[in-house]
């Protein structure tokens, strides 16, 4: 494929007397249909006693892990000019894949210094409180020779904050024969998104920068760039064979991992839940143009009410022995980053808002979303509702929390939603709502 880059702003952040962006400009990295390269270079004044050793890239929506670790090198010119040691670490240059950037548009630089590497190491999100914004880029493309649809289903992604109803929608959408889905309930063995992960990983360059966490790992995992395992230099041939055939092993990773309907020997699409904080559609919509997303929104007072009733029955989700301090946290970050998802992929060609209230109690919405997308089966997927796994639907539970370890009684849901940040929220996504079409 080819592309058409342009960066659209540059918004610097640091005081201009200690940095400079010598360039972002598209990158020539041949031998790739599966990257468009962004190269960025400049410097930053590294001085005692608290030097800055690295620049971190990240993207609005994704700041639990960093798109790409830079560290800083010497470079002479700057040496010359600011009279410092020509040894000092100045310099930064580096080839960021935005691929998987086609709908976010955006990405923020963030200096890492002496004193916050090792917070930042064990941390994917410390810059969100502690790291210096260096510059924000934006940025658009535009496919000039658009890549050739594979020949597998389309993917079809469920995204939500989770306690939306998504288990109940793949549990409908797997009983139509036009779709494969990960085999059983809860759905979430992610072998879609996984194997475009590891496509990710394959044909990304990648610098040794950061520990291989398990944390890290479960929600955004480490791509190409902060990829510990992955390296061009020690593989050069395997990281050429992916740029090249990237596309033909990603579609043997994907299908057979995947259970069709006996009647369905070749589905229309490939199901798969999502979260909204990732780069896995946007991937997906560049490797698959057709690709799908179904996004489930849940007014916030049952969300959370679900959310702590379903931690207390299960010790999932917000746990049972979190602190009410800790859920109040948990719930301003995940749905402050799930209304920005939101406002992104509202205008994207092939998503549909669809809302928790109208899928549990409308009749019409399961074979009307059936229409939509061309599927067969809309009185099986409609029928598939009343059998929601025992104890997964908290809708009507208590919304009171007990830590079942202190005794102790977290705040009701009505003090919850009375917190000014939570508030804001909750006006934000009714604003949000009204700007959607009518389902």
């Not at 010598?22 to 005692?48: C, H, K, Q």
């Not at 006006?427 to 709502?433: G, K, S």
Request: aromatic residues 8%; negative net charge; glycine residues 4%.
């Amino acid at each position: 494929m080819t592309h058409h880059l342009r960066i659209t702003a540059i918004r610097p952040a640091y005081p201009a007397d200690s940095w400079y962006l010598d360039r972002p400009s598209p990158a020539a990295i041949g031998g790739s249909e599966n990257a468009i390269y962004l190269d960025l270079a400049g410097w930053v004044l590294a001085t005692p006693p608290d030097p800055v050793l690295a620049i971190a890239i990240y993207a609005p929506t994704l700041h639990r892990s960093p798109l790409l670790v830079a560290t800083l090198h010497p470079r002479a010119d700057v040496a010359e000019i600011m009279g410092i040691d020509p040894a000092t670490p100045t310099g930064f240059q580096t080839a960021l894949n935005i691929v998987g950037l086609h709908h976010i548009g955006e990405i923020e630089l963030f200096v890492v210094t002496a004193s916050q590497w090792h917070g930042f190491v064990a941390d994917s999100a410390y810059h969100t409180t502690q790291l210096d914004l260096l510059a924000t880029i934006t940025f658009t493309f535009e496919f000039t020779t658009p890549p050739a649809p594979p020949e597998t289903p389309t993917p079809l992604f469920v995204t939500s904050l989770g306690r939306s109803g998504s288990t109940a929608l793949m549990a409908a959408l797997a009983t139509s024969p036009d779709i494969a889905t990960p085999e059983t309930y809860p759905y979430e063995t992610k072998p879609l998104a996984y194997a475009i992960h590891m496509a990710r990983l394959a044909i990304s360059p990648s610098l040794p920068h950061l520990p291989a966490a398990a944390a890290q790992f479960l929600d955004v995992p480490f791509i190409g760039a902060t990829n510990p395992n992955l390296s061009p230099k020690d593989y050069p041939k395997l990281f050429n064979h992916y740029r090249t055939n990237g596309l033909q092993i990603l579609q043997t990773l994907v299908r057979p991992q995947f259970t069709p309907a006996p009647t369905a020997p070749h589905p229309r699409y490939i199901a798969e839940k999502s979260t909204p904080n990732t780069l896995t559609i946007a991937t997906a919509e560049t490797i698959f143009p057709t690709t799908t997303e179904i996004i489930l929104c849940r007014d916030i007072a049952p969300w959370i009410a679900s959310g702590l009733a379903f931690s207390h029955a299960t010790d999932r989700y917000f746990g049972t022995t979190t602190t009410p301090a800790a859920i109040f946290d948990q719930i301003i970050i995940d749905l402050a980053a799930f209304l920005d998802y939101l406002e992104r992929r509202i205008r994207a060609p092939r998503t549909i808002i669809l809302r928790y209230e109208t899928l549990i109690s409308d009749p019409a919405c399961l074979p009307n979303l059936a229409r939509r997308l061309g599927l067969a089966g809309a009185d099986r997927m409609a029928a598939s509702l009343s059998h929601i796994p025992p104890g997964h639907d908290t809708t009507t539970h208590d919304t009171t929390t007990h830590d079942t370890t202190t005794q102790a009684v977290a705040a009701p849901l009505e003090t919850i939603l009375a917190h000014p940040t939570i508030a804001a929220l909750t006006t934000r996504y009714t604003e949000i709502r009204a700007a959607i079409a009518p389902e």
